[in-house]
């Protein structure tokens, strides 16, 4: 079960990183502007809109997951995503065929952002559903470690293609290619997703005829206050790890430093952020995700100023790395602890629905606006005071909505150690 939910995040966050991370190569072929920085600004945009529709997502797959089934959500996801992965490799630019190819481009980028509202939280879902109870925790962080992996493979190619090949090349052709291989990795993991049974709690629902006929509706009629308290979580958890696509467009596209070097550094501190994911895990089982998740969101509070102020003017490979994966390892940790103890927060009936609409509704507010809005604060606050500002206010989010989410898990009984 574990395995299903790792493959399905590791393919969908592949794909759904290599727009933020590539952008500096191509963005000008499909948002053609005065100046490079104007491009790289209004894909950032495109970027965001990606988040932005990852509320329909989480309802439509959100709906199915809870009618006919999590397996049958999280396969059609798992298509979605991966065709449109594969279509942005082969798009013609604005050069071929003009607008269409920007009206194209933002079509399949909403399009991934639909299934992406729905992969993580979806897996999370039914891990925890088919799990035992005494290994769940850690078994549900191999969902967010797989997510973490995807995004840090799809960072390693674009780093060996930008140190392998002239950024001519890379403009014009070599982009395409990390999409494109995103195609056999999609019938890989559609092939082992399709050999695993449906969660026992959901054939629970089956058999007992207690499947929600309306699940949306029951949501907003009985349970709008986990909604609510859990999208502001999302936030704050979302918003920290979404830094990682702003880095390689500042780094080299405003800082003018080799490709080669932000992206080694960026793959080297996913691997080391990623293996740092099943540890929380570990530690949330021991100790509680409620404590381990503050203790999580001290470590943000504490480490923000110092990686960038090392960013703010490293220019060795050894300093960049050091500075990105301390930044790693404080925002992926907030994953393993938060996301189960959200889920576990909705009823089983509206499960599926409800943890996939919370997590998308807040990360619209914090990861989708996180890289154009850092931009836009370093513009009149400066590269250190900007990123720092944001992060700020997503610890204090978190802390915030965690409070809430622990309030509302006691007036209903629920562990409150977690």
Not at 132 to 143: I, Y
Request: charged share 10%.
């Amino acid at each position: 079960m574990a395995a299903a939910g790792f493959v399905g995040t590791f393919i969908e966050y592949y794909d759904f990183a290599l727009y933020g991370l590539l952008t500096v190569y191509f963005s000008q072929q499909f948002f053609p502007a005065d100046s490079p920085s104007t491009s790289f600004l209004i894909s950032l945009a495109v970027f965001g809109a990606g988040f932005v529709a990852r509320p329909i997502g989480g309802i439509l797959f959100g709906l199915l997951g809870d009618r006919r089934g999590r397996r049958t959500a999280l396969v059609a996801s798992l298509v979605l995503m991966g065709a449109s992965s594969g279509l942005i490799g082969l798009l013609p630019t604005t050069a071929s065929i003009g607008v269409w190819a920007t009206v194209l481009l933002v079509a399949l980028r909403l399009l991934q952002g639909v299934s992406a509202g729905s992969e993580l939280p979806g897996s999370i879902t039914f891990i925890m559903e088919s799990t035992p109870a005494e290994k769940r925790t850690f078994l549900m962080s191999m969902t967010p470690f797989g997510s973490s992996l995807g995004v840090a493979t799809a960072t390693a190619m674009a780093w060996v293609l930008g140190a392998t090949a002239d950024k001519a090349w890379m403009m014009s052709t070599g982009w395409r290619i990390p999409f494109l291989v995103s195609i056999p990795l999609t019938l890989v993991a559609l092939w082992i997703r399709t050999r695993v049974p449906d969660s026992p709690e959901f054939q629970k629902l089956v058999a007992e005829r207690k499947v929600a006929e309306a699940p949306l509706a029951e949501l907003f009629r009985r349970h709008w206050r986990i909604i609510l308290v859990a999208s502001f979580v999302a936030i704050g958890v979302n918003g920290s790890p979404a830094l990682i696509a702003y880095f390689s467009t500042f780094l080299v596209g405003g800082r003018q430093i080799a490709a080669s070097t932000v992206f080694g550094a960026l793959t080297i501190a996913s691997l080391v952020g990623t293996l740092g994911i099943p540890i929380v895990g570990r530690l949330a089982t021991r100790h509680g995700r409620a404590r381990v998740a503050r203790y999580c969101l001290l470590l943000v509070a504490v480490a923000t100023v110092p990686i960038f102020l090392i960013l703010a003017s490293a220019t060795s490979f050894g300093a960049i790395v050091v500075a990105m994966s301390l930044y790693t390892l404080v925002a992926f940790s907030l994953m393993p602890a938060v996301f189960p103890l959200v889920a576990s927060t909705y009823p089983t009936e509206v499960r599926y629905t409800g943890n996939n609409l919370s997590q998308t509704i807040g990360t619209i507010l914090g990861a989708g606006l996180a890289p154009f809005a850092v931009a836009q604060l370093s513009l009149g606050a400066g590269f250190v005071a900007g990123p720092i500002i944001w992060m700020g206010l997503m610890v204090v989010i978190g802390y915030v909505g965690l409070a809430l989410l622990m309030r509302v898990r006691r007036q209903r009984r629920l562990d409150p150690a977690a």
